[in-house]
């Protein structure tokens, strides 16, 4: 005779809260389509005021990079609300997929340079938008939840 712990789950384990390995698939999936949405909505917003004002073409790249950073955020808080536990893994993941996305387009698309350090860091700002937007969902969402 096989005791019962064998073929039934123990109390303790029915209380632990297990994920299974791609419940945050479809929460970072919308978050990417809400951060590329939102991007596309600044981006449009950036290019108006960049043609009605006298702000230089310097500009171009911290305001590309400033309204990426916040679109990796969003979609951070979004994946984090959306997804179980682990929102600072779950945003830097959306982040890092985000930024991913670009990099491909503008290898494939615009024959971007190779990988490069700047690449690099720019991988690590994703992550660290992404994660910190992942804190805060996390945050946001026990905070409804009580």
């Known amino acids: 005779m096989i005791g019962k712990g ?13 994920m299974p390995a791609f419940s945050g698939v479809m929460p970072v999936m ?12 600044l981006f449009v ?8 004002t ?4 310097n500009m171009i790249c ?13 979609g951070g808080i979004i994946a984090a609300r959306r997804s179980e536990m682990r929102g600072f893994l779950i945003g830097g993941i959306t982040g ?4 991913l996305i670009l990099y ?9 340079p190779a990988f490069t350090m700047n690449g690099l860091i720019r991988f690590l700002y994703a ?10 969902g996390r945050n946001l969402a026990d905070r409804k939840r009580r």
């Open 45 to 52: 917003i950036l290019s108006f005021v960049m043609l009605s």
């Open 6 to 18: 064998f073929f039934f789950v123990s109390n303790e384990l029915k209380k632990e809260k297990v």
């Open 62 to 74: 911290p305001a590309v990079l400033i309204v990426s950073l916040i679109a990796m955020l969003i």
């Open 96 to 99: 890092l997929c985000y930024m």
């Open 30 to 41: 919308r978050a990417l389509l809400v951060s590329f949405l939102f991007s596309l909505v």
């Open 54 to 57: 006298n702000l230089s073409e």
């Open 104 to 112: 491909i387009v503008g290898v494939l698309g615009f024959s971007a």
């Open 127 to 136: 992550f660290v938008a992404g994660a910190v937007g992942g804190v805060i």
